[in-house]
């Protein structure tokens, strides 16, 4: 039995118009407290429609139960975007076992969207882009920012992406379908299937999700790890591949867009007399260099690259 389950946050009360000031209240107290903690929680009454999550999930399965030949139609483009736009499939020599598709927000202009999904996926896009901001919007006040600061520093949708997961069933040899991990980008949601299997490390522990038909999980990545100097926690999970079944998720990533520089903010710095845990660094070169376990795959998990490479040893 799991010690620990991760929290459950009601957020009706954070797009109501008219004022809830408690719900409000305990919503961010709870917020604050599951970032502070483990960086991952599930939130409920999100306002996306459940329908509609659930059309983008047959759409995925019905995708992905294409033939081989159909699929790559959709493959990236060689040198276009990072992470690559289209379908994939985890190569040979990886150890995760699962297949994608990536969609990037629409207006970056470069989607290689199978066209009988545009239109419900760009929904999809355009739910979790106005769940981003509000969360982010709440982060940011939980973390005692001014006003607007991270929207201020986050003004460019361009590099959010969805992308629809499938992964094998397990075999007796192996059950890896995401390998241990943590999220590079600001925040994270996840809608996974009944099937369940994705967990989340706390004190050394594996926790397992619940897989809930109406929750999303929703994650903080690394990027608001660095500018709160490790206030907020970006937790390394993983994904286990369930035996005798495929399991399918789909997940929407609150990104940043390349150019930025990431730091520590001042206020999690010199303003509290603490030392910054992590030198700079532009977004896209951190990408980048995630991104190289597709292309050069290293021999021993500690090579891969995470935002520890960044991190100042005071
Ligand atoms: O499929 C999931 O439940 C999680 C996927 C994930 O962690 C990721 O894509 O970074
Ligand atoms: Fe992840």
């Not at 090579?303 to 520890?308: A, F, V």
Request: negative net charge.
């Amino acid at each position: 039995m799991a010690i620990f389950d991760i929290p459950t946050i009601d957020v009706s009360s954070l797009m109501l118009r008219e004022e809830d000031e408690d719900g409000r209240r305990k919503a961010m107290e709870q917020i604050e407290e599951a970032c502070v903690n483990c960086g991952f929680f599930q939130i409920e009454n999100h306002g996306i429609p459940l329908e509609l999550l659930s059309r983008a999930m047959d759409l995925y399965k019905t995708f992905f139960a294409c033939s081989d030949e159909d699929k790559l139609l959709v493959s990236p483009k060689p040198g276009g975007t990072v992470p690559p736009a289209g379908y994939l499939k985890s190569p040979q020599h990886s150890d995760e076992k699962n297949e994608h598709l990536l969609i990037l927000n629409a207006s970056s202009g470069v989607n290689k969207n199978p066209p009988q999904f545009k239109q419900v996926l760009e929904e999809v896009i355009s739910h979790f882009t106005k769940l981003g901001m509000l969360l982010e919007s709440m982060i940011s006040e939980c973390l005692g920012l001014p006003h607007n600061t991270l929207a201020k520093f986050n003004d460019d949708r361009s590099w959010d992406f969805l992308i629809g997961l499938h992964y094998f069933p397990a075999t007796e040899a192996e059950d890896n379908g995401k390998s241990a991990h943590e999220d590079g980008n600001c925040i994270t949601f996840v809608y996974q299937d009944e099937v369940g299997g994705l967990q989340v490390q706390k004190d050394g522990q594996w926790i397992p999700i619940a897989p809930s038909k109406d929750k999303l999980v929703a994650n903080i990545g690394d990027v608001i790890q660095v500018l709160s100097n490790n206030k907020f926690k970006s937790a390394t999970h993983r994904v286990v591949r369930p035996k005798g079944k495929s399991r399918y998720s789909c997940a929407f990533f609150y990104n940043l867009q390349g150019d930025k520089w990431v730091e520590p903010l001042p206020q999690f710095t010199k303003e509290i007399g603490e030392s910054a845990k992590y030198k700079g660094f532009f977004y896209k070169e951190y990408v980048q260099l995630r991104a190289r376990k597709w292309t050069h795959p290293p021999s021993r998990p500690e090579d891969l690259i995470h935002i520890t490479h960044y991190s100042i040893s005071n």
